[in-house]
């Protein structure tokens, strides 16, 4: 299971760590997925490329995402976001 977790940082000597679970992402994200499997199937069929083959390709982008690090900072603020 992928545990997506985010580290906040106001200045640089404190540091929070929120931890979010990946279900809980699942969950709020599987409506849009649902909504967007049409489009997606019709846009495989308009250019014939193989649904099936596209959707193993996009897992495999999404389970290539391990040990991904993202940090966003801005003038006051850092957030750093780790899939693990």
Same mark, same amino acid.
């Given at each position: 299971?992928?545990?997506? /977790? %985010?580290?906040?940082?106001?200045?640089?000597?404190?540091?929070?760590?929120?931890? *979010?679970?990946?279900?809980?992402?699942?969950?709020?994200?599987?409506?849009?997925?649902?909504?967007?499997?049409? *489009?997606?199937?019709? %846009?495989?069929?308009?250019?014939? $490329?193989?649904?099936?083959?596209? $959707?193993?390709?996009?897992?495999?982008?999404?389970?290539?995402?391990?040990?991904?690090?993202?940090?966003?900072?801005?003038?006051?603020? /850092? *957030?750093?976001?780790?899939?693990?």
């Amino acid at each position: 299971m992928i545990d997506l /977790s %985010a580290a906040c940082t106001e200045n640089p000597r404190s540091r929070l760590l929120i931890g *979010v679970p990946f279900f809980l992402l699942v969950v709020l994200v599987s409506p849009v997925l649902i909504l967007l499997t049409p *489009v997606a199937l019709f %846009a495989c069929l308009a250019v014939g $490329a193989n649904p099936f083959h596209a $959707a193993r390709l996009a897992w495999g982008v999404l389970t290539a995402l391990r040990g991904t690090h993202v940090e966003v900072t801005g003038r006051d603020r /850092s *957030v750093l976001v780790h899939l693990s």
